[in-house]
C-alpha cells in the first residue's frame, strides 16, 4: 500500500513539474507581475518609505513579501488544473487507477509546491540583480523551508477548491476573491504592526503573514513576529489544509 501510494504520488509529482518547465511561457507570465511589483515599488518608492532610520532598504523589505507573492499566486493556481483534469477526462482516469486518491492529492500538492518553490527561486535571483543583498547559505537553506510550507498550504487550499468546483472560471473568480486580500494583508508591502487594530487582527488570522515573516528573517535577517512562531503556525496551517484537501478530494466526481 505504502509502496503504491508513494510510486503514484511520485509520478503525479514529475507530470507537474514536466508540464512546469515544459511551459516557458508559464514561468515568464507568473514571474512579470511580481519583478514589476519589486522593480518600481522597491526602487521607484524608496525615498517615499523610511522603515527605520538606519534600517534597510524598502526593496530589502519587500523583497521577501513578493517572493510570497509568486508562491501564493503559484501555488493557489496549481488548483486549476484539476479542474483542467476533469474536463479533459485526465482526472476521471486517475481516479478510476488502483491508486489511492491519497497519492494525486500528494501528488498534486508536492507538484505545485516544487514548481512555486522553483519560481521563487527565480524572483530571488531577479531581487539580487535589482539590488537586493544575496542571503547567505543558512539563510538560503530556512527560506526553501518557508517556501515549503506556503507552497503546501496554498497548493493544498487550490486543490482543495478545485476538488468541489467544475467550472474554471468561477475558481478564477474565488481565485481572485481570496487571493488579493491574502496579499495585502501579509505585511508584503508594509509592517503588520503599523495597521489599524482591526486590520492588524486581521492580518494575524492570515497564515501567508507568517510565511512572508519567516523569508524576511531568513533573507534580510529581521522578523516582526519571530521566527519560532512563523515556523509553529505555518506548519501547522499547512498540515490543516492538507488534511482537508485530501479529505474533500476523496468525494471529488469523475
Do not use: C
Not at 544575496?134 to 487550499?157: C, E, K, Q, R, W
Amino acid at each position: 500500500m505504502m509502496k503504491t501510494l508513494f510510486f503514484a504520488s511520485a509520478t503525479i509529482w514529475q507530470r507537474e513539474v514536466i508540464r512546469y518547465v515544459r511551459s516557458p511561457s508559464r514561468i515568464i507570465g507568473s514571474l512579470g507581475m511580481p519583478f514589476f511589483f519589486l522593480a518600481f515599488l522597491g526602487i521607484g518608492m524608496q525615498s517615499a518609505f523610511a522603515l527605520r532610520p538606519g534600517g534597510e532598504r524598502y526593496i530589502d523589505f519587500i523583497a521577501p513579501g513578493i517572493l510570497g507573492m509568486v508562491l501564493l499566486f503559484s501555488s493557489t493556481v496549481a488548483g486549476i488544473s484539476v479542474i483542467w483534469d476533469r474536463q479533459f477526462g485526465f482526472l476521471k482516469e486517475m481516479l478510476v487507477a488502483p491508486i489511492p486518491r491519497l497519492s494525486i492529492v500528494l501528488g498534486r500538492t508536492v507538484g505545485g509546491t516544487t514548481t512555486a518553490s522553483l519560481q521563487a527561486l527565480l524572483m530571488l535571483g531577479a531581487s539580487i540583480v535589482l539590488g537586493v543583498k544575496p542571503p547567505s547559505a543558512s539563510g538560503l537553506l530556512l527560506a526553501l523551508l518557508f517556501m515549503a510550507l506556503i507552497g503546501i498550504s496554498f497548493t493544498s487550499l487550490g486543490v482543495a477548491l478545485a476538488s468541489r468546483m467544475e467550472d474554471p472560471h468561477g475558481f478564477q473568480l474565488i481565485f481572485n476573491f481570496l487571493i488579493m486580500p491574502t496579499f495585502f494583508l501579509s505585511g508584503a508591502l508594509f509592517p503588520v504592526d503599523q495597521l489599524p487594530a482591526f486590520l492588524r487582527w486581521a492580518a494575524y488570522l492570515n497564515p501567508l503573514t507568517y510565511g512572508v515573516d519567516g523569508l524576511r528573517y531568513a533573507l534580510v535577517g529581521s522578523a516582526r513576529i519571530g521566527l519560532a512562531a512563523d515556523l509553529a503556525v505555518l506548519s501547522v496551517v499547512s498540515a490543516l489544509l492538507l488534511t482537508i484537501g485530501a479529505v474533500l478530494f476523496r468525494g471529488a466526481r469523475m
